[in-house]
């Protein structure tokens, strides 16, 4: 799984509430500690349904 954030995000800190192991918000921006994932697909899944502006994209490998 790849995840990445487009410029969409505002920063607002929901999918670092429901995944703070992967996702990180750093100076209004998310950002994604790719070396997480594994392991947490469920809850980066989750964290792209709930973002408010549909920042989150994610890709198989």
């Known amino acids: ?16 509430a429901i995944n703070p192991e992967v996702f990180e918000i750093n100076r209004n921006f998310a950002v994604v500690n790719s070396a997480n994932i594994c392991g947490n697909e469920e809850s980066c899944i989750d964290a792209a349904i709930e973002c408010p502006v549909n920042a989150i994209n994610i890709y198989e490998n």
């Open 1 to 16: 799984m790849h995840i990445s954030i487009s410029s969409k995000c505002v920063g607002c800190g929901a999918c670092s």
